[in-house]
């Protein structure tokens, strides 16, 4: 049985968040992002598989704020206290880290995930 508002997965994962800082973010749409990112992997933890997380923030280039680990509660508060960093939209850079992330610490057939949340398109061109 799994929980309303979970994901299941049965196999071992990896995720990384990818979070739009750009100047078109406000406050508000800021924090909206964080706890998107959240309540999301929230809803992967309920189905028990064992998952690794980080997370970045992108804009004019890209901050790696917690690198993979199995210390998912360690990325929540990351998250939860990232303060918003201003500037373009490049994209590609930030989908490099989450390559980086998903594939410089892959252990055997686990699954990998980027999650980047935006308002809008890439301004490096990168990401179409």
């Known amino acids: 049985c799994v929980p309303s508002g979970s994901v299941l997965v049965e196999e071992p994962f990896d995720i990384v968040?990818?979070?739009?800082?750009?100047?078109s973010i406000g406050p508000k749409e800021w924090d909206m992002e964080k706890?998107?990112?959240?309540?999301?992997?929230k809803a992967f933890r309920?189905?028990?598989a064992e998952m690794r997380a980080a997370a970045a923030q992108f804009s004019g280039r890209t901050w790696l704020e917690h690198a993979l680990t199995g210390d998912v509660d360690a990325v929540e508060t990351a998250l939860s206290g990232l303060v918003q960093k201003s500037g373009g939209t490049?994209?590609?850079p930030a989908l490099d880290v989450c390559?980086?992330?998903?594939?410089?610490?892959?252990a055997g057939?686990?699954?990998g995930?980027?999650?980047?949340?935006?308002?809008?398109?890439?301004?490096d061109g990168r990401a179409s």
């Open 90 to 92: 490049n994209m590609g």
């Open 17 to 23: 968040f990818l979070l739009d800082a750009s100047a």
């Open 109 to 111: 057939d686990r699954a």
């Open 46 to 48: 309920a189905s028990r």
């Open 35 to 41: 706890q998107a990112a959240i309540t999301l992997m």
């Open 99 to 106: 390559g980086e992330q998903l594939h410089g610490s892959r």
């Open 113 to 123: 995930v980027c999650v980047l949340i935006t308002d809008g398109q890439a301004s």
